[in-house]
């Protein structure tokens, strides 16, 4: 469903089951995936990848060349930069136009939340099931699992596939609303698979 407000420019590369609300502006080569929703007056910059059963909040603005993984949400206000060294002009004072730059990506991996208002300065990774706090800036690449928050955004606890803080018992990490249970290894936190 889109709304005849919104702005699509390849709506061929957006799934059938899409719902993309007032306003939003979809540039060119976008590809939405399956069971997604796109907020009123979000940007998503040309060429950018969207996944299957996201959540893309009012007002969110992402700039190629973004990738956003399956399942992801994406808060109010929230934006994903492209140029870490922006500037209007060259030097000389001559329009920098998007040649002009190298554009670099933010990625967000399976299951991750991005808090309302909050940045990811690109180039960085947000990983699988991370939560990233509202209002808080990313600067660096957010480990699996992780809950960061602050500005900028530092480490302040894990958390599980349900989004909520997990509590440390013993030699493993527990959610407290599911159960579900994760282990620290060399590699960052994993999920146990009871047997």
């Known amino acids: 469903m889109f709304q005849s407000s919104s702005l699509i420019?390849?709506?061929?590369?957006?799934?059938d089951s899409v719902q993309v609300w007032h306003f939003a502006h979809i540039r060119k080569d976008v590809?939405?995936?399956?069971?997604?929703?796109?907020?009123?007056?979000?940007?998503?910059?040309?060429?950018?990848?969207?996944?299957?059963?996201?959540?893309?909040?009012n007002n969110a603005q992402?700039?190629?060349?973004?990738?956003?993984?399956?399942?992801?949400?994406?808060?109010p206000g929230v934006v994903l930069t492209n140029d870490r060294n922006p500037r209007a002009t060259s030097p000389d004072g001559t329009p920098k136009l998007s040649s002009s730059w190298k554009s670099v990506p933010v990625k967000i991996e399976l299951g991750a939340s991005i808090g309302a208002g909050s940045i990811c300065v690109a180039p960085v990774i947000i990983g699988s099931w991370a939560l990233v706090a509202a209002g808080s800036v990313v600067v660096k690449n957010v480990p699996n699992f992780a809950l960061v928050a602050g500005v900028p955004a530092k480490q302040i606890g894990w958390v599980g596939k349900a989004g909520y803080k997990l509590e440390?018992?013993?030699?493993?990490?527990?959610?407290?609303?599911?159960?579900?249970?994760?282990?620290?290894?060399?590699?960052?936190?994993?999920?146990?698979v009871i047997k």
């Open 62 to 75: 992402i700039y190629d060349p973004a990738e956003i993984s399956d399942f992801v949400f994406i808060g």
């Open 9 to 15: 420019e390849s709506p061929e590369l957006i799934h």
């Open 168 to 192: 440390e018992v013993e030699d493993e990490f527990r959610c407290p609303q599911t159960n579900m249970r994760y282990k620290l290894t060399s590699e960052g936190l994993e999920e146990l």
């Open 31 to 57: 590809s939405i995936g399956e069971n997604t929703v796109i907020g009123n007056s979000v940007y998503i910059g040309p060429g950018v990848k969207v996944g299957k059963s996201c959540k893309i909040q």
